[in-house]
């Protein structure tokens, strides 16, 4: 789905760990979250995996956590990436059952990032909502912890804490762009315009080259009537990825916003046109890229079956 559609704030996983002989675990000094695992391959497929998730290139980010499991059966975390990125239900459960037989056998911070993800499988949003609260205590210098906690306060509508850990994610790591999208729902959703629109463009900053930022933005300036600027803002998302199907839909909603404002028919009409033109070029990609789907869904899967 598209980054503009905030319900997919990815689970926060942990930080970059250096390499011990046998098992890897973070050596830092104190502040961030913990990675184990016993594969130096699996610890880098794992990393790229998780800053592909984090700029919400799901199906990417899946890849990477089967290329990492595959290395290291017992990475507790690459199962972590693989229950936010998986497909079906079935893939969640799955993956989320690995992380969980494995939580003993990690830090104590890794472990309340899969208790808080099984809290979820069961419903349990109190447990979720301890164990993330927990994780900060342990961690409050880590920025993904902060994230992560925000994410779940979004989930529940509380959007002022939601920010507050936003804005301490960022605080701590400033480059750290993922906060921001998430940020700039927050302040939208708040009525807070302003304040989202500063967040959309730092996020479009820091990762200039990537389509999401712009049509997160894009989003913000169609709210608030600002078309023109708007499809500026969804044709640089399409100049990055023009097969980015969800940005093609909005932006078609958006000539026929402009459509329904027009009084002269020729504009009208050429709004009419631009929308379908673009509304079946985003059914066509759609459609071919759940064939593409289904086909990968029918190969043998990389997650090792105990």
């Not at 809290?119 to 993330?132: I, R, Y």
């Not at 762009?177 to 820091?206: H, I, V, W």
């Not at 990762?207 to 803002?233: C, T, V």
């Not at 404002?261 to 929308?275: F, H, I, L, N």
């Amino acid at each position: 789905m598209s980054g503009r559609l905030w319900r997919q704030a990815p689970t926060v996983l942990a930080v970059i760990a250096c390499a011990l002989p046998v098992v890897v675990l973070a050596q830092t000094t104190g502040d961030k979250v913990p990675i184990t695992t016993s594969s130096q391959e699996a610890r880098q497929l794992y990393l790229e995996g998780r800053d592909l998730l984090e700029k919400l290139r799901g199906t990417d980010a899946r890849r990477r956590f089967e290329q990492s499991v595959a290395k290291d059966p017992n990475f507790a975390l690459a199962y972590v990436g693989l229950a936010n990125t998986s497909g079906t239900n079935g893939e969640f459960v799955d993956a989320t059952t690995h992380a969980v037989a494995l939580a003993d056998k990690v830090s104590e911070g890794e472990k309340h990032l899969i208790l808080a993800l099984d809290s979820g499988l069961k419903g349990d949003p109190a447990g979720n909502l301890k164990h993330l609260t927990d994780l900060v205590a342990l961690f409050p210098n880590d920025e993904r912890a902060h994230n992560q906690l925000g994410n779940l306060y979004f989930g529940r509508q509380e959007y002022t804490s939601a920010i507050s850990h936003y804005v301490k994610a960022t605080s701590i790591n400033p480059s750290f762009s993922t906060p921001y999208n998430q940020m700039g729902y927050a302040y939208r959703f708040l009525e807070k315009f302003d304040d989202a629109e500063k967040a959309f463009k730092k996020y479009t900053e820091l990762i200039p080259n990537d389509p999401n930022p712009y049509d997160s933005y894009a989003e913000l300036l169609m709210k608030r009537g600002r078309f023109n600027e708007s499809i500026q803002a969804y044709e640089k998302a399409l100049s990055i990825d023009p097969e980015y199907s969800e940005v093609m839909y909005y932006k078609g909603l958006l000539y026929r916003e402009k459509q329904k404002m027009t009084k002269v028919e020729a504009e009208r009409k050429r709004y009419e046109t631009e929308a379908k033109k673009i509304a079946d070029q985003a059914g066509e990609i759609t459609k071919r890229k759940e064939k593409e789907k289904a086909q990968a869904a029918q190969s043998p899967t990389a997650t090792p079956k105990k």
